[in-house]
């Protein structure tokens, strides 16, 4: 049968079949809500990784030229990674409810009630490994500067936490107990 689909109408015929072979199981409002903590869970990982990718760079070329800094640019360094445990923490409760039988309304509701914290985990994610990068090269400049400067990117923190509390308090709004 993929054959002939690939042969007709291309990959546009191969969306349909998946469509179709979903709506046939019953499953829609499950495909939903999956793709949605799937997106919750990988976005603020993506928001992370980028922020640690930033952070772990400069703190590499402040350490390379004095190696006792490390304990002044750590914490700098590890601020990023929050947002992907935050994404994870909820991709595991927004997972409870899920339910094979749940309506498709239910599942755009567990996509909705996950987005806050997926957008905000990305975005956070980058800017907060921005912010610290520049408070790592001012630590690198001037050692005492390590304790005042991790309040600016801990500021970007408020908004993933922010994120991290309305999906919280939205999650057991949605899903199978709707």
């Given at each position: ?18 469509e ?83 309506t ?12 806050p ?62």
């Amino acid at each position: 049968m993929l054959h002939t689909l690939l042969a007709e109408d291309g990959a546009a015929s191969i969306v349909d079949a998946a469509e179709n072979a979903v709506k046939a199981t019953g499953y829609e409002g499950f495909v939903v809500a999956i793709i949605g903590i799937a997106l919750c869970v990988i976005l603020c990982g993506i928001g992370s990784a980028l922020g640690l990718y930033k952070t772990g760079s400069a703190a590499a070329g402040v350490l390379g030229e004095n190696p006792k800094k490390f304990g002044k640019v750590l914490v700098l360094v590890l601020l990023p990674a929050t947002q992907g445990i935050y994404g994870f923490i909820i991709g595991i409760i927004a997972s409870g409810s899920v339910d094979l039988g749940m309506t498709l309304a239910q599942g755009w509701g567990v996509l909705g009630a996950v987005m806050p914290m997926a957008i905000s985990g990305l975005i956070t994610g980058i800017f907060q490994g921005k912010s610290a990068v520049n408070c790592i090269y001012a630590v690198g400049k001037q050692d005492s500067l390590g304790g005042k400067l991790i309040i600016y990117p801990a500021m970007i923190e408020f908004y993933a936490i922010l994120g991290l509390i309305v999906s919280i308090m939205v999650v057991p709004l949605v899903g199978v107990a709707a």
